[in-house]
């Protein structure tokens, strides 16, 4: 597969196999989800070897780093050789849907959830992941 010098991010990361489609990579840039150095990207920013970006999609959060430049968006077995994924293990959402996420669930049959329901959902549900990482850092 030939190298290209100049690489918009958007392309980048749709063919790295981040983002379905490069309609999706372009807004998660415009949204500001996608980051180097705390810096938000524009979709047009060129990518550089060694340059190192952070993404977040929904709960995953990824850090990654590229290791060649891709045009084409090609099969996962491939793309794996043209980034490095520095996630910490703690980060990923594997991790903390597995380990930490509580699991909510409704009587069948119970129907909708009342407006009241709702904000009792969502007070159980507010801050979690957040207040995990502070108890594991009391805990130390």
């Known amino acids: 597969m030939p190298e290209k010098e100049k690489l918009r991010i958007d392309k980048y990361l749709w063919a790295i196999r981040l ?9 998660a840039c415009k949204a500001g989800r996608v980051k ?4 938000n990207l524009k979709a047009s920013y060129e990518v550089k070897l060694g340059d190192t970006y952070n993404v977040s999609k929904g709960l995953e959060r990824k850090v990654v780093k590229v290791t060649g430049l891709l045009e084409n968006r090609v099969d996962a077995k491939k793309a794996v050789d043209f980034y490095e994924d520095l996630t910490p293990v703690q980060d990923t959402h594997s991790f903390q849907s597995m380990f930490h996420a509580p699991t909510l669930r409704r009587d069948r049959g119970t129907g ?5 329901d709702r904000r009792e959902i969502d007070d159980l549900q507010e801050g979690f992941f957040e207040n995990s990482k502070d108890k594991e850092g009391e805990e130390e």
């Open 19 to 27: 983002f379905k489609t490069r309609t999706l990579a372009a807004e």
């Open 36 to 39: 180097k150095d705390g810096q």
């Open 112 to 116: 909708r959830p009342t407006k009241r």
